[in-house]
């Protein structure tokens, strides 16, 4: 893969979050698009090498192996992350979170109202699952595949993965603290990568991403709903 199909697969679900929610300013509309693009760029790619018979079937079974201690791990990770965020807010929440700006600007972006609990469930289900196929299972495999080391892949991922996180948390929580919060995005790309890398399955950090989705939905319901 050249470089200029790498920087469209880094940079293609930032350009999505860009336009939906900066340009659009809607939530759905941001969903649509970026979900679209996890979704589709792998889907794609499977089907063309299904087509052109490279697709290595080993590594298919590779990937769906169930591991117990990858499930155990995911879940104590997971209710570890979510008893952390949540226990953060309690404390913490009136230094990071202006709750009447933060109000409007959910308004704003139609995340409020009677598709909440849409908006809500996507966040738990379908986020997780797809942004990890996306990064720890399409973008890692493609990166370890003899063009770069395992921790090279899972730093560039992760990376890249934070990258389109700046453009929610950023306006989400109060300066200087929304630029601090992208760092645990950052560390929990890292440790789903190595988790996808030493268990060879998306099982644990799927668990473990909606875990930690679940904590971030707390806060909102707690605070902002």
């Given at each position: 893969m050249d470089r200029f199909k790498l920087a469209i697969l880094f940079l293609g679900p930032t350009v999505m979050i860009a336009a939906g929610l900066q340009v659009m300013g809607s939530v759905p509309l941001t969903f649509a698009l970026f979900y679209g693009w996890l979704l589709l760029v792998p889907l794609g790619s499977?089907?063309?090498r299904r087509r052109t018979g490279t697709f290595a079937d080993s590594q298919i079974q590779t990937e769906r192996q169930r591991q117990k201690t990858d499930i155990l791990l995911g879940?104590?990770?997971?209710?570890?992350?979510?008893?952390?965020?949540?226990?953060?807010?309690?404390?913490?929440?009136?230094?990071?979170?202006?709750?009447?700006?933060?109000?409007?600007?959910?308004?704003?972006?139609?995340?409020?109202?009677?598709?909440?609990?849409?908006?809500?469930l996507v966040l738990l289900v379908l986020n997780p699952l797809l942004e990890e196929t996306y990064w720890r299972g399409y973008v890692l495999r493609k990166?370890?595949?003899?063009?770069?080391?395992?921790?090279?892949?899972?730093?560039?991922?992760?990376?890249?993965?934070?990258?389109?996180?700046?453009?929610?948390?950023?306006?989400?929580?109060?300066h200087p603290w929304n630029i601090a919060l992208v760092l645990p995005v950052f560390a929990a790309g890292l440790f789903w990568g190595w988790m996808r890398l030493r268990h060879a399955s998306l099982t644990g950090s799927v668990l473990s991403h909606s875990l930690v989705n679940a904590g971030i939905m707390c806060i909102y319901f707690l605070y902002l709903s």
């Open positions: 499977f089907i063309l879940i104590c990770s997971g209710a570890a992350f979510f008893g952390a965020i949540v226990a953060a807010a309690v404390w913490f929440h009136p230094l990071f979170l202006n709750i009447p700006r933060l109000k409007g600007l959910l308004q704003e972006w139609h995340f409020s109202g009677e598709h909440t609990i849409g908006l809500v990166l370890t595949d003899g063009r770069v080391s395992p921790a090279m892949a899972v730093f560039l991922t992760s990376l890249f993965y934070s990258l389109y996180h700046v453009l929610s948390i950023v306006p989400i929580f109060e």
